[in-house]
């Protein structure tokens, strides 16, 4: 980076131009949903499964935000929060403090809803990464361990695996389809 006061432009790293923080793709599909309409969220949640979010508070509030939503509810955070309270997630003081905080914090930082359709794929495709790597490792470690004739049976995907292929599949082919560029409509200020 160039010092402003030496005259010159500030200018990020190119290898980091988000700065020090990491892309958390389920945090902002989250805090997209808290921003919608309990019929938005139910067409965003339409497939996915709590354990696409992965392990931890991630998974607890996806779950939630799919409960309130199919319940017809908007997943806002005050919703979230009373929810978890209500299934007794937040029994202890620093539990109930630590997810609510959570929950809020990401909401702050919400995208715009608008956003979506575009963190469902980010989630999804983040989903399958984690999935491919921890069939790649049980792949690695049976390679070295289990008898040679389990080995071909091991090296096949699991359901698991093919069915989330499948979800982020049809949501990269929706992106192919409405993304091309005579889609696009250029709106008239009214």
């Known amino acids: 980076m160039t010092n402003p006061s030496e ?49 931890g508070v991630r998974e607890v509030v996806f779950e939630l935000a799919v ?49 979506g359709w575009f963190l469902r794929t980010a989630v999804l495709e983040a989903a399958y990464r984690r999935a491919v790597g921890e069939h790649a490792q049980r792949v690695v470690h049976a390679a070295a361990t289990a008898p040679v004739e389990q080995l071909p049976g091991l090296v096949e995907p699991s359901d698991e695996l093919v069915d989330l292929w499948q979800r982020l599949a049809a949501d990269l082919a929706r992106w192919q389809r409405d993304v091309s560029s005579d889609v696009i409509e250029h709106r008239r200020a009214a």
């Open 7 to 55: 005259g010159g432009a500030i200018v990020p790293k190119l290898e980091n131009p988000y700065g020090d923080t990491e892309f958390d793709p389920v945090r902002a599909f989250l805090g997209c949903l808290m921003c919608c309409s309990a019929e938005r969220a139910r067409e965003l949640l339409a497939g996915m499964r709590p354990t696409d979010a992965g392990h």
């Open 67 to 115: 409960r309130v939503t199919a319940a017809g509810i908007a997943p806002d955070p005050q919703v979230l929060v009373a929810e978890a309270r209500r299934r007794g997630l937040l029994a202890t003081a620093d539990r109930a403090q630590s997810v609510a905080m959570w929950v809020f914090e990401t909401y702050q930082r919400a995208p715009w809803p608008e956003a």
